[in-house]
């Protein structure tokens, strides 16, 4: 029965986002196409639309389901983590934690024995999390068990940065239009703040820019309401903010470049400045262009 229950609170909270996302329109699509679409029975569908029907968020007439309110975080459920769950979030802050301290290095081998021990999880759970990192050919699988960090070429960069350039530009264009009621352009103006108190402990505490860097990207990919993206982001800013940092001699100056851009472009959005915004990031994302080319002529062997 608690089987049954995980699965039917899974799956509200699965159609709760889809319809938020519109990936699911009013009118819904027949409860069997539903059940095809989040791969449960018809059984468990029904009861989930039976819930949101008593939730107010459908309506039936009929045959005909259609969405009645916008969802709120109150109509979904706070399902709880499985063991593996739980293990796969240990793990990934572990792998990237491992990266930024250059504990793995592009060119390095590693073992999913070696990490398992290290991080103590399960070596299942470390071979899941390095198959999915792999697609983004950041990794390589040697021989059964064994992987290479890889070392990517200018080629790589370029691709990525097209990627990157369209992502946060498309989210920028949104972040501009959201309400002024949102929450986020508060948010802008505090991280407008935290930059400035940065900048001027800059000499010091340059190395925390990092954490403040991830956050000036998310606030802005926020406004894109789009699950997709934050996840091409999460390998980007791995990529970012780890892999070609291994020379660090002139990592404050990086730095303080980055606060300077990041504050204008901050400053043009809480203005309502659309075209400066826009142009002052398109200039940030072509420093980090240059400076993640810098990176790979240095790291290339003599």
């Not at 679409?37 to 018809?42: D, E, I, P, Q």
């Not at 851009?261 to 400053?267: N, P």
């Not at 142009?279 to 072509?286: A, P």
């Amino acid at each position: 029965m608690a089987r049954n229950k995980n699965l039917r609170e899974t799956t509200t909270n699965q159609l709760l986002d889809a319809i938020k996302l519109g990936h699911v329109e009013s009118p819904l699509p027949s409860q069997s196409a539903l059940s095809e679409l989040f791969s449960v029975s018809r059984t468990t569908m029904r009861h989930v639309m039976n819930d949101l029907l008593e939730k107010g968020v459908l309506q039936q007439q009929g045959e005909i389901w259609q969405v009645s309110r916008s969802p709120t975080e109150n109509d979904g459920y706070v399902t709880p983590l499985s063991e593996n769950d739980i293990q796969s979030a240990e793990f990934e802050s572990f792998f990237n934690d491992a990266i930024k301290n250059k504990h793995i290095k592009p060119g390095q081998e590693f073992t999913e024995l070696e990490l398992s021990k290290q991080s103590k999880c399960s070596t299942t759970v470390v071979r899941e999390h390095l198959i999915r990192f792999s697609r983004f050919s950041l990794i390589e699988n040697i021989n059964r068990g064994r992987w290479r960090m890889v070392r990517f070429e200018k080629s790589y960069a370029a691709s990525l940065f097209e990627l990157r350039e369209m992502l946060e530009c498309h989210a920028l264009n949104r972040f501009m239009n959201l309400p002024r009621s949102d929450e986020r352009w508060q948010q802008a103006q505090y991280l407008l703040h935290e930059h400035r108190a940065l900048r001027d402990a800059m000499v010091n505490d340059y190395q925390q820019f990092s954490e403040l860097d991830h956050r000036f990207h998310r606030l802005i990919l926020s406004a894109s309401n789009n699950p997709f993206m934050d996840q091409f982001y999460d390998i980007i800013s791995v990529i970012f903010h780890f892999h070609y940092q291994w020379d660090n001699s002139d990592l404050r100056k990086r730095n303080m470049v980055a606060i300077e851009e990041h504050m204008a472009v901050l400053s043009n959005i809480i203005s309502g400045d659309d075209i400066g915004a826009m142009g002052e990031l398109r200039h940030h994302l072509q420093t980090a262009k240059r400076t993640m080319e810098n990176s790979l002529i240095m790291e290339k062997p003599a």
